[in-house]
């Protein structure tokens, strides 16, 4: 059984920087396809960021692209979401997923349904 452990949340000012990280322990880290996703208090979970197995594909969504940062470290285990330049609306619970398997079609990886695990979240607070 995979599970997932997110850490890195907190309460930020606009324009700080934050890492989340999430450890993953059970299974192949290396083979997973793993995934940031976000939900903010009475919305909807939605997509933040995917990075490929071998961490050659990154994608992001429109909302945090040219301020998120993707990456992993398969020899730890780890997953990272790097933060910077945070907005109020950037205000959220942050959930770690890993896929063990790519979809279709190519923009699978927006989809939840698709992710097999999900960890227990950490929260950012960003607030002036």
């Known amino acids: 059984q995979v599970q997932l452990v997110e850490s890195g949340g907190g309460l930020v000012r606009p324009g700080d920087s934050l890492r989340l990280s999430c450890v993953a322990s059970g299974g192949t880290f290396s083979g997973f396809f793993m995934a940031w996703f976000r939900q903010a208090q009475g919305k909807e979970r939605e997509f933040v960021a995917h990075?490929?197995?071998?961490?050659?594909?990154?994608y992001y969504s429109d909302s945090v692209k040219g301020r998120a940062t993707i990456s992993r470290d398969n020899a730890a285990n780890t997953v990272y979401l790097q933060m910077d330049s945070l907005k109020p609306e950037d205000t959220a619970v942050y959930y770690c997923?890993?896929?063990?398997?790519?979809?279709?079609?190519?923009?699978?990886?927006?989809?939840?349904?698709?992710?097999?695990?999900w960890g227990q979240g950490t929260a950012i607070n960003v607030s002036a």
């Open positions: 997923a890993a896929a063990l398997f790519a979809g279709v079609p190519d923009t699978w990886y927006l989809d939840q349904k698709e992710y097999d695990y």
């Open positions: 990075i490929y197995w071998n961490g050659v594909k990154k």
